[in-house]
């Protein structure tokens, strides 16, 4: 009697357990859909995914014939397979691992933005009308974040020694999110290692107000700024080009940080000073040939190169060596020479002049072309003698020498032959 007591405790016991546990539990179909997985995870854009899908059926009857159907938004769009789905039956209590999992492959637009984008789903079963769930997030996730550096100038376009210029720098936020904490920073100084050796190139400007790093808190998709760098040429800086390092440094907004560095080039250059005189010359006198000596002095901080000399043709004279000559090189604070030989003509008079063009290059290989009008002042014999251009002639006195010593010689043997004649 004891023993049916115990027995029927434990009955009533279980049953009410059973009956509280059920208690919460819908008494019809019941469909429970979750997103359980996106592959991969971020999506690229123009890229594709499969989503994974989990249905349970938590009501305690038997769902019926059920439909399941993707409705994908942008930028989503169904990648292979049918959007509505026969997924069968789901006996009341399915779940965990009696859970239905059904498959989707979705594509994304290759304009797809960057973040959280909504999918939804609907079902029906026997005796249910179209039931929409969602939204499910799935996450999109653009390339690198670029920003291009869209153009660089230096204002003015060509920089001399000395000379304070500023340096702009453009630049374009080409992703499809906003980029943060941008810093751009220009390389004063370039440290290269080898195995051999680690060097630096120091490059020659300086900044000047500011320093060589500027930074901008935010800049929005397609959105420009300019930043801008006030710089100073060394004044020794020798002239030519110079390849830059520009490094950028920013964030987008899922906390990715970049690093690019980009490479631009700099103009020094300065046109050289180049001084062309009259070094020397032989030619004085009208009906005479002489040498005509020419200078070129290279008074700038620039070098010269491959200088041409030309002696254009003038109706005073007339050339008697080649009209051209090449003189080459010229470094700064140096001077090279050049020499034409000439006939001047009988009836030149006065100041004759020596049309002189020069052709040359600088260290940024410009060329040059200038014209100069060299001088020299034709005098007549009278005036040669007179300023000591030209000495007198002795040819009366050197006459005069050599018929007196002629007379002396023959009176000498005439007196001679007469002393002779004597003795006899």
Not at 33 to 46: E, F, G, M, Y
Not at 328 to 334: A, E, K, L, Q
Not at 388 to 410: D, E, M, P, Q
């Amino acid at each position: 009697m004891r023993k049916t007591n115990i027995i029927g405790v434990v009955m009533m016991v279980l049953l009410s357990s059973i009956g509280f546990s059920s208690a919460g539990l819908p008494d019809y179909s019941s469909l429970e859909v979750t997103l359980l997985s996106q592959d991969p995870d971020p999506i690229k854009p123009a890229g594709w995914a499969t989503l994974r899908f989990k249905i349970n059926n938590i009501g305690v009857e038997t769902a019926e014939n059920i439909q399941f159907e993707l409705l994908p938004n942008f930028p989503f769009s169904l990648y292979s397979g049918d959007a509505l789905v026969d997924v069968g039956s789901l006996q009341g209590l399915q779940d965990g691992d009696d859970a239905y999992i059904l498959k989707y492959q979705v594509r994304v637009h290759k304009d797809a933005l960057e973040g959280s984008h909504e999918v939804n789903v609907r079902y029906k079963f026997d005796g249910s009308e179209w039931t929409t769930v969602g939204p499910f997030t799935v996450d999109v996730e653009t390339q690198d974040a670029i920003l291009s550096v869209t153009e660089i100038t230096t204002t003015p376009k060509t920089v001399e020694p000395g000379e304070e210029f500023t340096l702009n720098v453009k630049m374009k936020n080409m992703a499809d999110s906003l980029l943060e904490y941008l810093k751009t920073s220009i390389t004063l100084v370039r440290r290269e290692s080898t195995a051999a050796a680690i060097t630096y190139t120091e490059y020659p400007f300086s900044p000047i107000g500011s320093t060589n790093e500027k930074t901008i808190r935010k800049l929005a998709t397609n959105q420009e700024t300019v930043v801008s760098f006030d710089l100073i040429a060394d004044p020794d800086a020798e002239a030519g080009v110079y390849k830059v390092p520009l490094v950028l440094t920013y964030s987008d907004e899922s906390g990715t940080n970049y690093t690019k560095e980009n490479t631009f080039s700099l103009i020094i250059a300065q046109k050289p000073d180049l001084s062309v005189i009259m070094d020397s010359t032989t030619v004085r006198e009208p009906g005479k040939k002489g040498e005509v000596t020419v200078k070129f002095v290279n008074k700038g901080l620039a070098n010269i190169k491959f200088l041409n000399a030309k002696l254009n043709k003038n109706n005073a004279y007339e050339l008697l060596s080649p009209d051209e000559v090449y003189v080459g090189n010229i470094d700064s604070d140096d001077y090279e020479t050049a020499e034409f030989e000439i006939y001047v003509k009988p009836d030149a008079e006065g100041e004759m002049h020596f049309p002189v063009n020069v052709e040359y290059q600088d260290d940024n290989n410009r060329v040059y072309s200038e014209d100069y009008n060299l001088g020299v002042k034709l005098y007549s014999e009278a005036e040669s003698l007179k300023y000591g251009i030209t000495k007198k002639s002795n040819t009366t006195g050197y006459l005069i020498v050599i018929v007196i010593v002629v007379a002396g010689v023959f009176g000498y043997k005439k007196y001679k032959k007469g002393k002779k004649k004597k003795s006899k």
